[in-house]
């Protein structure tokens, strides 16, 4: 492995392929596989998991935001990709670069008609949204009559599924309240295929649901998490590996008397002679600042080096008193085995929040 010189995301594409292959041994063999790769895939790099699903063998691709697809058709990208958060003003676009809206609304959906009418489109593919307990996105299922009339007046747009999300999938406690979406999304897509006629893909699951609803899995699956190596819970994390490795280096050492005192705001004093090590990673990296003040660490020469102080916008510092190291020597924030998810932990927070936060500043390498 190359030595690491400077903040550094490691994007592993076999662990990528190993947790496709293990969400697809997951499902049966006639469910299609959506990867989403919104948020930079999950703070890695959409451009090259987007390839690398294409080649897996994924059917589908999601973004939040169109821009995003847009990026993704501007590398070469061939699958069709749903927009989930496709807003209005991005309807035009849209449609130049064949990728496909989530209609969630009266709004979106007529201002969607009136674009694809104007632009002299037959048949564009469109994904409805329906609210089955989120209460984020989403058409009511008293919304339904309204709906189909208002597609049966058009021939410019066709609806190609029928989607809802699960709000707590991961959570078996929960587990009552996600039935009870199923069952509503079951009643939501029947009427929908009466009134509209014809058929369409039905897809409800995230990596969550996938692991813990497999009766809910209908035509398509939703994996984004899954896919970064995270299965919501320590059971199933097991069966995933963390695609990124996010490491930096030493820049400088400091030792520090007693009562001297550490970073911005004199947020650390030292009450006895210590040894810290300046890193170039800050909240300006996707360090938060929950962190600091002792609360999370990183890893130098497989030992933990508590983050003192406040976390700066360019770098942290971490106390390496009882650690054996030099200047230039590599930093794990988190990689296989000192996890996003117990990064994220300690601050309370889930490593969809950290990982995602990485910031486009950080290079990153590809591993093959
Ligand atoms: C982000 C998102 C997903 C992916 O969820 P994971 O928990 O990361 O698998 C699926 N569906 C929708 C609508 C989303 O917004």
């Known amino acids: 492995m190359p030595k690491i010189k400077e903040t550094t995301l490691e994007i592993d594409l076999k662990a990528l392929r190993h947790n496709f292959e293990y969400l697809k041994s997951r499902m049966s063999p006639k469910t299609k596989f959506l990867g989403v790769v919104k948020a930079f895939a999950y703070g890695s790099d959409s451009v090259l998991v987007a390839k690398k699903l294409e080649t897996l063998g994924a059917d589908y691709l999601a973004v ?15 699958l069709p990709i749903l927009v989930l958060h496709a807003l209005p003003v991005s309807f035009n676009e849209i449609i130049d670069r064949c990728l496909e809206p989530n209609i969630y609304s009266f ?48 021939t410019s747009v066709k609806v190609k599924s029928v989607f809802s999300h699960m709000a707590a999938s991961e959570d078996p406690s929960e587990k009552p309240f996600t039935l009870k979406q199923i069952d509503r999304y079951k009643t939501i897509v029947g009427q929908m295929e009466r009134l509209l006629g014809y058929a369409f893909i039905k897809h409800m699951c995230n990596t969550s649901g996938i692991l813990n609803y497999p009766e809910a899995h209908f035509d398509m699956v939703r994996s984004g998490i899954g896919l970064y190596g995270f299965g ?8 995933f590996k963390p695609i990124g490795r ?7 050492i400091h030792h520090l008397d007693v009562g001297e005192s550490l970073g911005y705001n004199m ?11 300046t890193i170039p990673i800050g909240h300006a990296d996707g360090i938060g600042r929950q962190y600091g003040k002792g609360k999370g660490f990183v890893v130098i020469n497989h030992k933990p080096a508590p983050i003192l102080g406040n976390v700066c916008m360019d770098m942290i510092m971490v106390n390496i008193t009882n650690i054996d190291c030099s200047e ?34 950080v290079k990153r390498v590809v591993l093959e």
């Open 64 to 78: 939040a935001y169109a821009q995003e697809g847009i990026v993704l058709r501007e590398a070469g990208i061939r």
């Open 107 to 154: 709004h979106t959906l007529k201002e969607f008609i009136k674009t694809a009418s104007e632009k002299g489109q037959k048949e564009y593919p469109i994904h409805l949204k329906f609210n089955t307990g989120l209460n984020r996105l989403g058409f009511n299922t008293s919304d339904i009559e309204i709906v189909a009339a208002l597609l049966s007046e058009t």
């Open 232 to 239: 919501n819970s320590e059971k199933e994390n097991k069966n």
């Open 246 to 252: 996010l490491k930096s280096i030493i820049s400088q």
């Open 267 to 277: 947020a650390f004093v030292a009450k006895e002679p210590i040894k810290t090590a």
């Open 328 to 361: 230039g020597d590599e930093v794990v924030v988190f990689d296989a085995h000192y996890t996003a998810e117990e990064f994220a932990l300690t601050a309370q927070t889930i490593s969809y929040e950290i990982i995602t936060a990485i910031s486009q500043r």
